[in-house]
């Protein structure tokens, strides 16, 4: 074996794990009639919150293994295009996490924030599993440009810490609507933004996580 090629084999022996492979997402398309009749299945869960602080005067103190983050409101009135709003929303205990509602002049975020301080920046309310081991995000953003992706992610929980493991960002429909059926199902409603009239149509589809 040449030499150059024993010493790459040798480098890559020596790379750190990358960690675990993102999941695999496919879509099945439903007709109008069978999304509403799945949608009655639909699951709302809701994580156990504790609130263990809280905002003083417009400001929140969360304390991180590298130092307290601190949370501070901007802006004088909510005319101000500058404001920025932060809505303690409490400590998600089986995720490790709090979660921050970051509220702008014309958009919102949410916000996960682990005990080593990092920011998971999500552009939509958390739809949560009913297993508690995903946690899927809609945003719409082709007609109303906020600066957020237009699309869809996935957040997985694994080892205990939580990461992206998959996301879309369509460039001819929006996801209107999202809700979980089953620990591995999601049904989805888009606004297409193809045809004669775009933003009026809707379409229909069963994501399941492989």
């Known amino acids: 074996m040449k030499p150059l090629l024993l010493l790459f084999l040798a480098l890559l ?3 750190p794990a990358t960690g675990p492979p993102g999941v695999r997402v496919t879509f099945s398309p439903l007709t109008k009639a069978t999304y509403l009749q799945a949608k009655k299945t ?3 869960t809701k994580p156990e919150v504790t609130f263990p602080l809280k905002e003083t005067h417009g400001r929140i103190v969360i304390p991180s293994s590298k130092g307290p983050k601190v949370f501070q409101d901007e802006g004088r009135d909510e005319d101000d295009p500058d404001q920025v709003r932060y809505q ?3 400590y998600l205990g089986h995720f490790h996490c709090h979660l921050l509602k970051v509220s702008y002049y014309e958009s919102v975020e ?3 924030i682990d005990a080593a301080g990092h920011q998971l920046v999500l552009g939509g309310e958390p739809h949560f599993a009913p297993d508690m081991q995903h946690i899927a995000v809609a945003h719409m953003g082709i007609e109303y440009d906020d600066g957020q992706p237009n699309g869809i992610q996935l957040l997985e929980l694994h080892n205990g810490t939580l990461r992206k493991c998959w996301s879309i ?3 001819t429909w929006e996801p209107y609507r999202i809700c979980w ?3 591995n199902t999601l049904l989805l409603s888009k606004t297409m933004w193809t045809g004669k009239n775009p933003g009026t149509a809707y379409t229909y589809a069963k994501l399941t996580i492989n």
């Open 88 to 90: 303690y929303l409490g």
């Open 42 to 44: 639909c699951v709302s």
């Open 169 to 171: 960002e369509p460039k």
């Open 181 to 183: 059926t089953s620990a």
């Open 13 to 15: 022996l020596k790379l």
């Open 110 to 112: 949410y916000w996960l």
